[in-house]
């Protein structure tokens, strides 16, 4: 994909081949038959910077937290990965490593409004001294967790052995520690040692023949999740994003109508960057829908709207960034706009590649790749639901015209994938000759149909833009069976090192690899 001029070009100059996508592994796989409770659909999904844990949240306001186990050697420590001289393993594997409640339920008295506790979005933030942070959001608060492993300490070897002790007064064991404070909270102190009377204890009739100190010991650990900072009451309007930026010490927040910038060690003041109100509500005609920061440059961020634009911003520019550097958007062709044109345009969610050159997009019809140096239309377009055109109506009827997808990009840059109906998700090969187009069904046997070769790039003024469409089908998905519009991949995320998936389906998390 060249974007004109001298800049590098696409990641790899390399054609990949299709990728053969195997199941991994699948937690809180549904039985048949199984009611889904409401509370455990997942709603939010993110793996980590090194891909060796992986977080969940749901829409009961819980986050739970999965560690990668394969790429641990015998003794339970973390393999370098710089070396490659380990036995691989059949396929990446996790195992549940903790979950705590992040969110409760709540209502905002003086909007008589309720705010769920569903988890929106999850970020995880830089790891330090053994402890993994992360930031997570509903409608309204953003929470800073900090997660580590406690040892449970105890304290043993006391004077008294319980065993020998008589009376019928309080005993000493060997794990209890006595607080002084507690016998002296009247104000008298007793003879005895912390304060006790005689009558506390009965010496053993062999005396007590030396005394020593207790001793704390260390007999196992627990995994601790402690909130560290709440950011509260600075948005109006429904959070829809939250975004680290690379220097790791700020993150912004986004709703319908605003994006704020946060210092995470200061949870009482954020300051507004970017503000589409306009003085009279009236004359609102988009909202923002997604926001991200560059993966390098802290002070680029990137953000789309409800119109289907991505807006390019640079934070030296100004200190209210109400004006944009680039701007990316599709021109229709006048004569083509419906009553779904605008409904359907909206982009529902946004992803740097690794590398930052490159932006995903996804609208309910359609990824699309964009260069940031090329402004002039995405370099690569990929139809998702161009099946479902004839059934707008329809989908409009039981809202699911609304519903909105994720995206994600491999760590290489070189696929592309989002989620359709039926648990149905699609990979797409992003490079220049790729047709590499395959659709898998998040189940134990993913079914795959490989789609036509694509159509041929079309150019214009020098530049290459592709076109490639997922599998001609008329609604049916890859059973062959009718789309069922309840069954829906809304999330899911691409390992940044390596090719696997997290698809989350309902309740289920599912794991792939290729």
């Not at 069904?441 to 003024?461: F, H, I, Y």
Request: aromatic share 8%.
């Amino acid at each position: 994909m060249n974007g004109g001029g001298e800049d590098e070009v696409a990641p790899s100059a390399e054609s990949p081949h299709a990728l053969d996508w195997k199941f991994a592994q699948v937690f809180g796989e549904r039985t048949a038959g199984e009611e889904v409770q409401e509370v455990d659909i997942i709603s939010a999904i993110e793996f980590d910077r090194t891909g060796d844990y992986l977080a969940t949240g749901d829409r009961g306001g819980r986050v739970v937290l999965f560690e990668r186990t394969d790429n641990r050697d015998h003794g339970g420590h973390r393999r370098d990965l710089e070396r490659t001289d380990y036995p691989l393993s059949k396929h990446p594997e996790f195992r549940y490593k903790t979950e705590f409640q992040s969110h409760e339920p709540e209502f905002d008295y003086l909007k008589s409004l309720e705010i769920e506790e569903k988890i929106n979005k999850i970020r995880w933030c830089q790891t330090a001294n053994g402890a993994l942070f992360l930031l997570s959001t509903n409608d309204k608060t953003i929470k800073y967790w900090k997660v580590q492993e406690k040892k449970v300490k105890k304290v043993c070897s006391m004077n008294l052995d319980p065993s020998k002790a008589m009376g019928n007064g309080p005993v000493v064991s060997p794990s209890m520690s006595i607080s002084p404070k507690s016998h002296m909270a009247n104000g008298r102190c007793g003879e005895k040692s912390f304060g006790c009377s005689s009558n506390d204890f009965s010496i053993p009739s062999d005396g007590v023949p030396s005394l020593h100190l207790p001793v704390v010991t260390s007999h196992e650990t627990s995994l601790m999740a402690r909130c560290r900072r709440i950011y509260a009451h600075a948005h109006d309007y429904h959070i829809n994003s939250i975004s680290n930026n690379s220097d790791g010490e700020t993150f912004i927040s986004a709703d319908d109508l605003r994006i704020n910038l946060w210092n995470l060690e200061i949870s009482n003041q954020s300051f507004n960057i970017v503000d589409v109100k306009p003085a009279n509500m009236e004359d609102l005609t988009e909202v923002i829908t997604s926001a991200e920061f560059h993966p390098t440059h802290c002070n680029t961020l990137a953000y789309s709207s409800s119109r289907g634009s991505i807006r390019l911003i640079d934070m030296r520019q100004s200190a209210l960034c109400d004006r944009h550097s680039k701007l990316f958007e599709v021109q229709e062709a006048s004569g083509s706009k419906s009553f779904f044109t605008e409904i359907i345009a909206s982009v529902s969610d946004i992803k740097f590649a690794k590398d930052g050159r490159h932006i995903l997009s996804r609208d309910y019809m359609t990824l699309k790749l964009w260069d940031i140096n090329m402004d002039s239309g995405p370099v690569a377009t990929f139809q998702v639901h161009e099946h479902l055109r004839p059934k707008l109506c329809d989908l409009y009827e039981n809202d699911s015209i609304f519903d909105k997808f994720e995206c994600c990009l491999s760590g290489d840059g070189l696929r592309v994938a989002t989620g359709s109906y039926s648990n149905v998700f699609r990979v797409f090969g992003c490079s220049q000759d790729s047709g590499e187009a395959t659709m898998l069904e998040a189940t134990k046997n993913p079914m795959k149909k490989q789609a036509p070769a694509p159509s041929k790039p079309s150019r214009s003024l020098g530049l290459t833009r592709v076109v490639r469409r997922g599998p001609e089908n008329s609604g049916v998905d890859a059973n062959g069976n009718p789309y069922d519009f309840t069954m829906k991949l809304l999330h899911l995320a691409w390992h940044p090192t390596e090719n696997s998936l997290a698809i989350a389906a309902s309740n289920s998390l599912y794991m792939y690899y290729a």
